[in-house]
């Protein structure tokens, strides 16, 4: 057993010119103590700590090292676990002693170098060092050799202890090897900048080496029991992140958050510290699981390890509090006793030749041609692995949550049961009393026809006593059967309310109750009635709890209702949007089926401003046999024609969509028609204005009589052009409404088809409507099936109460009357018999006869 290694480490001043004493005090430090100082010197009692090392301002990383490490790491060698951390607040100079600086190396690359130094001095020995370097961040372990290897989980297993599962793991056989590892972990670790600490860490770092070492000539020496052994040691260099006040640190947003995280882990590791600190006995339970670092640090702390710990602290009054709080983590730490063992495994002799061999084949195979795809290979299982140890842990879980979900299954069916049980036990010694009642009245039904009949037990005499000559145990009997039953007694408590005889007749109809009818009843405790409340504390609380879980039930139903009135609202709400929606559709639909009507009037117009033109114009031509004349009523025709056919079009267009297309091809037709007689027309009409104008040419010279004609033909050409401008219009126009009527036709398709669909969604939602309305009208039923049953329940409750009520007061009735026969038959016994003694006095043969009868 031996002590945890404690040290004390003062960083200089933040600025050197800074003084450290501001409201007078300072840290004072004198060999192995520190202790707190007022500015004129005298020390502050209780302020003052001893430790193993306490280093000063002055002191260099060198120092550090040598003192407080070298020893450790170099039984690491010797195959002793070995963990060195640094513990303290932010910017104390934790990562300035565990890495230092360029010019003067830290913690972890002189114990670097010297463990290389110091195994290539034992030759007798071959050694197998792996590295890894990692990180905790937010209570999540991250790689920092890799960075894909993030979230890593931590898992125990007998061979390998406490283990992080997936770390990549490098093997080395040189210092430098791993100086350039570590530089290149230190790019992936988290820093950030706070109030305190340009480059502060924000997570916890460990650094690890596991050394493994065996006698080189351990084959050879055929000793296998004990130089065949193996040491396995690991070795743990950890920079933790500094406690830190947020005031101090200013840290929000992301270091706020990364700001708990650490304090919250310090905080279990000086939870740790603190138990490990009080003696074994008072020790109890450890709570090492209760953060990633003191689950990782679990073997240093308490365990098998040689341990340091180097606590830094800021010299500034400033933060006065918090080296407090750091030297009294140091000295809680220095009560911690370890137990460390050299770790030797008697293994295979070749385990570690062969591993080793491997591994350099690997790192050959690595080096050659197919080192990339052996690489990505390698990495490749490394995520499978970490993948399928992830997905195990993830259904562990599950099965847990699981398990947990099916036991309370069965809790609560447990429960059920029970209450079942309870109800149906309510219901059926509900139903029993009721029998029993039932029964009672059947058996003073029949006492009353005994007692009516000549074959009477009981004869009443003169004063209604029953005699108890024919049956005399009868009584007796019954009583004492009567009285068997446990706390019972039909007496009553007092006999101030003793019912006289007139009572008793009108009480009992002249009869006595039969005891047995009432030894019928359960075995219930009269007396445990209460004198206020009658109803038995058995069935009051089975109903108490029937009563609850119907309130139980009630609530659910009515959470359930309500829950179904909220959709049905929300439902509604979105069935009223709907409806508003289809509504504005039907109003839009209803504007694009009256665009055909509005077009037929726009047509229509069209043809009365054409009819109008086409008889201005045929009222400029001479006779409608004239060439124009024809001209114009072949124009005119085809024009009417034309809009007829567009007008019917659009009829049917409006009618029914179908036919207007199939009719199409008709009216095409009729076009190519009618277009066919206007050129013949204009052909004739063209061939007539050749032959008049040869004519002119032809009789000109001979006479001036046939200028007119030539004027005529003039004309006619100038009016034909017109008219062709005409037509061409038209049948411009005629082609526009043909497109726009196609165009519209296309809208009120597509018009159609959202209208069908909001019409199937609106009937699709109605549904839904209608079956959370069943749903609510069903559950509200429940509700009232429920309610009516409470009510039931309560009111057979009541009546119960009711009757218990009665049948205890007419016991008790009963215990008055009967107590006051059996004074009856008492002074009529005595009676009797002084009446014999004095018989038998008067005469013996008289009182002998009459004894005899
Ligand atoms: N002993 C020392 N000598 C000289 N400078 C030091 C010493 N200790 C710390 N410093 C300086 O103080 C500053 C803070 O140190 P460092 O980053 O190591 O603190 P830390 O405790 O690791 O802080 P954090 O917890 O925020 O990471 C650095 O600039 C560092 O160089």
Redesign the pocket.
């Known amino acids: 057993m031996e002590k945890i290694c404690v040290a004390i ?4 001043p ?1 600025t050197a010119s800074e003084d450290t004493t501001i409201n007078g005090t300072h840290w004072k430090v004198e060999e192995n103590r520190i202790s707190l100082h007022k500015s004129h010197g005298s020390p502050i009692s209780g302020v003052s700590y001893a430790f193993d090392h306490v ?1 000063d ?1 002055s ?1 260099t ?1 060198s120092r550090v090292y040598e003192l407080l490490t070298k020893d450790l790491i170099l039984a690491a060698v010797d195959g002793f676990n070995g963990t060195v951390f ?1 513990y ?12 230092g ?1 360029q010019n003067d190396g830290g913690i972890i690359h002189r114990a670097v170098k010297d463990i290389f130094e110091k195994i290539h001095m034992i030759s007798e020995r071959e050694f197998l060092i792996r590295v890894s370097y990692m990180e905790i961040y937010n209570e999540e372990i991250n790689d920092l050799f890799a960075v894909e290897n993030q979230k890593l989980p931590i898992h125990e297993s007998l061979e390998r202890g406490v283990f992080v599962a997936g770390l990549k793991e490098e093997i080395v056989s040189n210092g430098e090897q791993v100086l350039k590892l570590i530089e290149g972990g230190e790019v992936n670790r988290h ?1 950030g900048e ?1 109030n ?7 997570s916890h770092t460990i650094f690890r080496m596991v050394i493994e070492s065996k006698r080189k000539d351990a084959n050879s020496s055929g000793d296998y029991s004990t130089t065949d052994a193996v040491r396995v040691s690991v070795l743990n260099l950890v ?6 006040r947020i005031a101090k640190t200013g840290a929000g947003g992301v270091r706020l958050k990364e700001g708990k995280y ?1 304090n919250k882990s310090l905080m279990i590791l000086g939870n740790v510290i603190n138990k490990l600190s009080e003696g074994a006995k008072q020790r109890g339970h450890i709570p090492y699981r209760d953060s990633k670092l003191t689950r990782i640090l679990q073997p240093a702390l308490g365990g098998n390890a040689k341990t340091s710990i180097i606590c ?1 602290v800021a010299p500034e009054e400033l933060h006065i509090e918090e080296t407090k709080g750091t030297l009294q983590f140091a000295s809680r730490a220095k009560r911690i006793t370890n137990c460390a063992q050299v770790n030797e495994i008697l293994s295979d002799a070749a385990l570690l030749k062969r591993q080793k061999l491997e591994i350099e084949e690997l790192r050959k195979k690595l080096q050659g041609s197919r080192a990339e795809v052996l690489e990505q290979e390698i990495l490749k299982l490394r995520n499978d692995m970490l993948k399928y140890e992830l997905e195990r842990e993830k259904l562990e879980m599950e099965l847990k949550e699981e398990r947990k979900s099916h036991k309370e299954r069965d809790q609560c069916i447990k429960e059920q049961q029970v209450k079942i049980d309870n109800l149906s036990t309510g219901a059926s010694s509900s139903d029993s009393d009721r029998n029993s009642i039932q029964e009672q009245h059947d058996g003073r039904q029949i006492l009353k026809e005994e007692l009516s009949g000549s074959n009477s037990v009981f004869k009443s005499d003169v004063f209604g006593t029953p005699t108890f000559k024919a049956d005399s145990n009868a009584f007796v009997g019954k009583r004492s059967n009567y009285s068997r039953l446990p706390d019972f007694s039909p007496l009553p408590d007092n006999y101030t309310n003793v019912a006289d005889e007139d009572t008793w007749l009108k009480m009992n109809k002249g009869f006595i109750a039969d005891l047995d009818s009432i030894q019928m009843t359960p075995a219930r405790k009269v007396q445990s009635f209460p004198s206020g409340d009658v109803t038995p504390g058995y069935s009051t609380e089975n109903y108490k709890v029937e009563v609850e879980t119907l309130k139980r039930q009630l609530e659910l139903v009515l959470e359930e209702k309500n829950e179904l009135e909220k959709k049905h609202v929300e439902q509604s709400q979105l069935n009223d949007h709907l409806m508003g929606e289809i509504s504005e559709l039907k109003h839009e639909a209803v504007l694009i089926r009256e665009i055909p009507q509005r077009l037929c009037e726009s047509m229509a117009s069209c043809r009365d401003i054409y009819k109008d033109v086409m008889l201005t114009l045929q009222s400029f031509a001479p006779d409608e046999d004239s060439s124009i004349g024809k001209f114009l009523s072949t124009t005119s025709e085809i024009g009417f024609t034309l809009f007829s056919n567009l007008e019917k079009r659009v009829a049917l267009a409006m009618d029914d969509h179908k036919s207007f297309n199939e009719n199409d091809s008709l009216v095409q037709e009729n076009c190519k028609v009618l277009s066919e007689r206007l050129k013949s027309t204009i052909t004739s009409l063209a061939s007539a204005e050749k032959i008049a104008v040869q004519n002119k040419e032809e009789k000109n010279p001979i006479c001036g009589s046939t200028y007119k004609e030539c004027t005529l033909g003039e004309e006619s050409a100038s009016w034909k052009e017109k008219l062709g401008d005409e037509l061409g219009a038209i049948k411009e126009k005629l082609q526009a409404l043909e497109k726009e009527l196609e165009h519209n036709n296309q809208l009120l398709k597509d018009s159609g088809e959202r209208h069908d669909n909001m019409e199937r969604d609106y009937w699709v939602l109605k549904e839904e409507r209608d079956s959370l309305l069943d749903k609510v009208s069903e559950s509200s039923q429940n509700l009232a099936t429920v309610a009516v049953q409470k009510e039931n329940i309560l009111k057979d409750l009541n009546i119960e109460a009711e009757r218990r009520k009665n049948l205890e007061k007419e016991i008790k009735q009963f215990s008055v009357a009967f107590a006051s026969r059996q004074r009856s038959f008492t002074s009529f016994q005595g009676e009797f018999l002084s009446k014999v003694e004095k018989l038998r006095a008067q005469s013996p043969i008289a009182a002998s006869e009459s004894l005899g009868c």
């Not at 480490?9 to 200089?12: N, S, Y």
């Not at 920079?239 to 830190?244: I, Y």
């Open positions: 480490r003062v960083r200089p933040v280093f301002e002191c990383n640094a303290g607040q932010t910017s104390s100079g934790k990562t300035f002693t565990m890495n600086t820093f706070t305190m600490n340009a480059r502060s860490s924000r920079d933790l992140a500094g406690s830190e650490i830094t």
